[in-house]
């Protein structure tokens, strides 16, 4: 390690990361991808020597996941990873052996791509690393970078509070927590595909177009892209044959750094569901509707008891004295019953991503891509660069029927989208 405080050989897992080797299984692991599609074929020899000059940047990424009596922690490892060729599905299953990475790097024609195991980080941190590695492979491929604004150079060394757990630091039990009952939402099921399959769809699009249409509805990208998603779901499920119709109800993700003045590489993200029940509703509506929910709920007192919901499970008393597989079953039924089942499908924008110009030569476009989900069949993205914007959805199910849907109201919005697939 660079710096003396990282000389420890273990460090505990933050309190989001805990879910997930818990409610991990044979068929399932929650893995995401950030990836940059460069306007040239990519060098392997130069991703392999801009990963090793930038991998000490980053401690809490130099880690395999190990099991102790109360719970799984992290140890540090001390080989090089390697970049390989990308063969697989997008976000296939991350061994989970205790002498592996968590992450990797992969690369396949003009795309390099990282995919994490969530426990790690999230997609703020995966998104800092995956810059800096762009940074050192455009510099080896002829780059001349004066200035990197935020990206964090590969030369620094790592800072206390970029691995701190910084939902531990901000708990405050003084201002309460959440209720975490929810009744289950409406879900597209569909044909499953065979274990190991995601298709993925990237639907391209100006973002100018894409703010325009946002503009004319009063609000903001983010919420437009919920909204024409809801209402894509309301529309699929008008045509099944079932009584009893369920809200739609959408994860939005909340990047809670900008809240509590955060600088973690690790975990540190809320979320908010989005609910509208079934009926009739004008896109003006719901467009109204979530853009209140989204403003009024959103709040800092809102993230505040979300912190203090998490936290004060993990240090519940019972719970802490329990060895780690009771611990393993509590966590999956609580990622069951307050987790995917009372999702429609989840949604997390990355927004707008920015580099120095003089890496704008080299790359073309950023994607992000949620691997399956555990219960659901579907999940959507987005990620914006240089004037545009990539909507991905993934899918383990056969049918597109929810991107077929929500392109469809894009371009009834007039907005021009092209579709591309993994799989025909």
């Known amino acids: ?103 990797r790097v992969q690369y396949y024609s003009h795309r390099i791509s990282v995919e994490v195991f969530h426990s790690l980080t999230d997609g703020t941190g995966c998104m800092a690393f995956l810059k800096t590695l762009l940074l050192r492979y455009c510099e080896l491929s002829g780059a001349k970078v004066e200035d990197v604004g935020d990206i964090l150079h590969y030369d620094d060394n790592p800072v206390p509070e970029e691995v701190e757990d910084s939902f531990s630091r901000c708990i405050d039990r003084s201002k309460g927590v959440l209720g975490r009952t929810e009744p289950k939402a409406y879900q597209i099921k569909g044909q499953k595909e065979k274990r190991g399959v995601l298709n993925v769809t990237h639907g391209s699009m100006s973002f100018e177009q894409l703010h325009a249409s946002a503009k004319k509805y009063g609000c903001t990208v983010n919420t437009y892209l919920v909204a024409v998603l809801t209402l894509a779901l309301l529309n699929r499920q008008k045509y099944e044959m079932k009584s009893k119709k369920l809200p739609v109800r959408i994860q939005v993700p909340i990047n809670l750094r900008k809240i509590f003045g955060s600088t973690t590489l690790r975990n540190f993200a809320g979320y908010y569901n989005t609910t509208l029940p079934f009926g009739e509703w004008s896109f003006e509506d719901i467009v109204a509707n979530l853009d209140a929910q989204l403003k009024d709920n959103i709040t800092p007192e809102y993230c505040q008891k979300f912190i203090n919901s998490n936290v004060s499970l993990e240090k519940n008393p019972v719970i802490r004295v329990a060895p780690r597989f009771l611990k393993t079953v509590f966590m999956d039924m609580s990622f069951y019953l307050i987790g995917e089942s009372v999702m429609s499908c989840a949604f997390s924008n990355i927004g707008n991503v920015s580099t120095p110009d003089e890496l704008k030569d080299y790359i073309e476009r950023f994607e992000f891509v949620l691997g399956a989900q555990k219960y659901m069949c579907n999940s959507m993205t987005c990620a914006s660069y240089n004037g545009n914007t990539v909507v991905t959805f993934s899918r383990s199910s056969k049918d597109p029927i929810l991107e077929r849907e929500f392109f469809k109201i894009l371009t009834e919005h007039g907005i021009e989208v092209t579709v591309a697939s993994n799989r025909r």
């Open 1 to 103: 390690m660079k710096n003396e405080m990282f000389e420890r050989e273990w460090f505990r897992l933050d309190n989001a990361a805990k879910i997930y080797p818990a409610a991990r299984s044979s068929k399932w692991n929650a893995v995401f991808r950030m990836a940059a599609v460069m306007k040239d074929e990519v060098n392997p020899e130069l991703l392999q020597q801009a990963l090793e000059d930038v991998i000490d940047r980053f401690p809490s990424l130099k880690v395999t996941l190990k099991k102790g009596f109360f719970w799984y922690y992290f140890q540090y490892l001390t080989d090089t990873p390697k970049v390989c060729e990308e063969s697989a599905f997008p976000c296939s299953m991350m061994p989970i052996t205790g002498r592996d990475y968590l992450f």
